[in-house]
């Protein structure tokens, strides 16, 4: 895997006093290799209330760069990470205000408040499974990650549910693509797979699966990240460990955040189907041959918070 340069980029919205006092204190430089939006960096460190507030704000600016997507997309601004309802990398049906309730900018902070609940600190490696379904959700955890100093070490994949990250050019690899290449975030991805049915969109018509495979390739390449093209079921959460595994090192996992229903995260097995979303129990719940990534993380021991259904979650975390 290509190393990832450290790289600030001090976005042109800023105020120029801001940007040149933000790129003399703080340098250009992550300590961790990591892309760091400059204006996260002085907030990492700081007491659980500052660094809320600087999620909060950090996802703030990068609505900013909502409105950019919202441009390119000629939508507006309030629906920029509301896809079709149909395309041809459609892969589930999906509920348009659980998409509209995942994109309210309540979520950072909440995300911030939830990950310091459970224990999480600077430097702690989280892993994440992030889908296209929701990628307002995708960016609201990198924002709070990023703002906390957290180590996110992502795998992304590109086919999603109705009226999510849905249209070629808007998937959520590709969305990621352009906010690193505006300097909005650090890149999160460590690797990118098609998703759907064994993590090679198997699920889609030949065109759509074709298309899925060719923008994972592009944007695993773009980032510098890895490009998941299992074999079948097991070969696919099999890579994702491996990859999780790799990027720890001899840290452990203090977290493993999945968004969204992706097969190598939900695995094959009904047992799933009886998990309430956040953070989950620490008992194993499924010791099937075709549990996911989900039990998979619970039987290692490592925190889990799962988020599918969104309008439950949101009510329960008061997101408004």
Known sequence: MPARRAIIRVPPWLPIGVGAVLTAVLGIAAADGTRLPAWLTPFRDGPPAEV?????????????????????????PDDALIGRETSPLVTTLGDVEAKRVSASPSWPAAFVREFHREGLRHGDVVAASLSGSFPALNLAIVSAAQAMGLRLVAVSSVTASSFGATEPGFTWPEIEVRLVNAGVVGAASAGISAGGDGDRADDLEEDGR??????????????????IDPGSFDEAVRGRLALFDAARGRARLAAFVNVGGTQAALGRSTAILKVQN???????????????????MVDRGVPVLHIL??????LRWGIL
């Open 52 to 76: 809320e507030r600087a999620a909060a704000s950090a996802t703030a600016v990068w609505h900013r760069a909502v409105r950019l997507i919202a441009d390119a997309r000629h939508t507006s």
């Open 210 to 227: 074709a298309l899925a495979r060719a923008i994972a390739a592009r944007c695993a390449r773009e980032l510098g990240a890895a490009l």
């Open 278 to 296: 956040g953070w989950l129990p620490r008992e194993p719940f499924d010791g099937s041959a075709g549990r996911g990534m989900v039990a998979l």
């Open 309 to 314: 259904n969104v309008r439950d979650l949101a």
